[in-house]
């Protein structure tokens, strides 16, 4: 999202979204003045208002996925996303996932913020599912922080394939910067051909996402 766009939404649609859906905000001070990848477990569609609520009125990107689209409604989709930054995820095509990857790299590296969702797709339980190791890899490529947030309640407003409700149960979380400093020295040092790789990229997302549900528990 751009900045006039996101300056837009901060004027005329975050005080609706404070007034109809939010509780509490807890952690406003952990968020960086630089920019970073906000990491956040994925309950409903809401979760893309309640993100953006935090990140409002600084430019930022969402990853969002086109497989579910058909015919006309994935042209739309394109055009939807276009407008608003986001960037666009075939999830059946190891192609389009590495042109995900590359963007979300460029974007961070020309300083927006990048939210992304570690579970991939939205829990059909309410519980957090595992983290994938995407961002994972895009914070080695970068270096730039991943701040993890916890969110609650939007599950209980819009659960997967359910009609939404209007309820002022949203609860947000926000947790300390994560910098892991020693594994992104590794990986400097050594290249993608070190051994361990996919050992530093899973200490990565088991600890983002340990952080994420301590964090939530703590809302709960």
């Known amino acids: 999202m751009n900045r006039a766009l996101s300056w837009f939404c901060k004027i005329f649609l975050q005080p609706i979204v404070r007034k109809l859906l939010i509780k509490e905000v807890r952690g406003w001070e952990n968020i960086p003045k630089g920019n970073f990848i906000l990491a956040a477990n994925h309950q409903s569609h809401l979760d893309e208002i309640a993100t953006a609520y935090l990140c409002l009125p600084r430019r930022f990107h969402f990853i969002g996925q086109v497989d579910s689209f058909n015919g006309l409604g994935r042209i739309f989709i394109h055009i939807f996303y276009f407008v608003l930054g986001v960037i666009p995820i075939d999830r059946k095509s ?15 590296k020309k300083g927006d913020i990048l939210i992304i969702y570690p579970e991939g797709t939205r829990t059909r339980t309410g519980k957090m599912g595992e983290g994938k ?12 922080p991943i701040l993890p947030v916890a969110v ?3 599950f209980e407003i819009m659960p997967p394939g359910k009609k939404p409700k209007i309820k002022k149960i949203v609860k947000i979380n926000i947790g300390k910067p994560l910098y892991f400093k020693e594994e992104l020295e590794r990986i400097r040092k050594a290249g993608w051909d070190l051994k361990e790789e996919k050992q530093i990229l899973s200490k990565i997302t088991d600890n983002l996402m340990r952080d994420i549900a301590s964090l939530k528990s703590e809302i709960d």
């Open 94 to 108: 190891e192609e389009s996932r590495k042109k995900v990857i590359k963007e979300a790299i460029r974007v961070l």
């Open 133 to 144: 190791f995407g961002v994972a890899r895009i914070f080695l490529e970068t270096g730039v």
């Open 152 to 154: 609650k309640g939007t």
